[in-house]
């Protein structure tokens, strides 16, 4: 995948962690089941600048897992890959 984030943003792919379980023949559809919140990040941006006009450096990089809000950031399509974008302040923690 060739996309690069600009300022502070961060391009992340959800991990699908739960496993699909069905009980008594009910089987769930996939818009009622909740989203991951756990995500690897696939890019990373050059950093906000500050007043000075200098960069911060970001706190995550590539290939980090992390945990984003179930609707943070805005979700898009790349071939057949789902990714979200999301800004850095909405990364909630890094998972070591």
Not at 75 to 93: C, F, P, Q, S
């Amino acid at each position: 995948m060739n996309i690069r984030p600009l300022h502070d943003r961060v391009v992340v792919q959800r991990i699908d962690t739960t496993e699909e379980q069905v009980r008594g023949g009910i089987i769930i559809p996939d818009t009622a089941k909740e989203k991951p919140q756990e995500a690897k990040v696939i890019a990373v941006g050059p950093g906000k600048l500050n007043d000075d006009g200098k960069r911060s450096p970001m706190d995550v990089k590539k290939g980090d897992r992390v945990l984003i809000g179930k609707y943070s950031g805005s979700e898009i399509k790349l071939g057949d890959e789902d990714y979200v974008i999301v800004r850095e302040d909405e990364i909630l923690a890094v998972v070591a």
